[in-house]
C-alpha cells in the first residue's frame, strides 16, 4: 500500500468529506479511498475523433460524392539566376 498527504484542500471541500463520510459512517480517510477508488474504476473512453462525428452524420444520408477538380502537372521550379 501506499501513502498519500494531500495538502491545501479547500475549507469547503474538506467539510463536504467530513459530512459525506459521517453519512456513510466512516473516516474521512476511508471515504477518500472510496472516492478515489469510485473515480478510476472505470476504463476512459476514448473521444470520438472528428472523421468519426462526420462520417456518422453523412453516411445515414447515404453518403456525399465529391468531384475532384482537375489537377495539372508539377511545374518546373523558376532558377534565380535568371
Known amino acids: 500500500m501506499v501513502a498519500m498527504t494531500i495538502q491545501d484542500i479547500d475549507e469547503q ?16 480517510e476511508e471515504e477518500a479511498r472510496d472516492i478515489l477508488r469510485s473515480a478510476l474504476s ?26 475532384l477538380p482537375a489537377r495539372d502537372g508539377i511545374r518546373e521550379p523558376s532558377s534565380l539566376n535568371e
Not at 13 to 28: I, V, Y
Open 13 to 28: 471541500l474538506e467539510t463536504r468529506l467530513r459530512k459525506q463520510a459521517a453519512l456513510h459512517g466512516r473516516s474521512m
Open 42 to 67: 472505470t476504463e476512459l473512453v476514448r473521444g470520438k475523433t472528428l472523421v468519426d462525428s462526420i462520417r456518422g452524420r453523412i453516411e445515414p444520408l447515404g453518403g456525399v460524392e465529391l468531384k
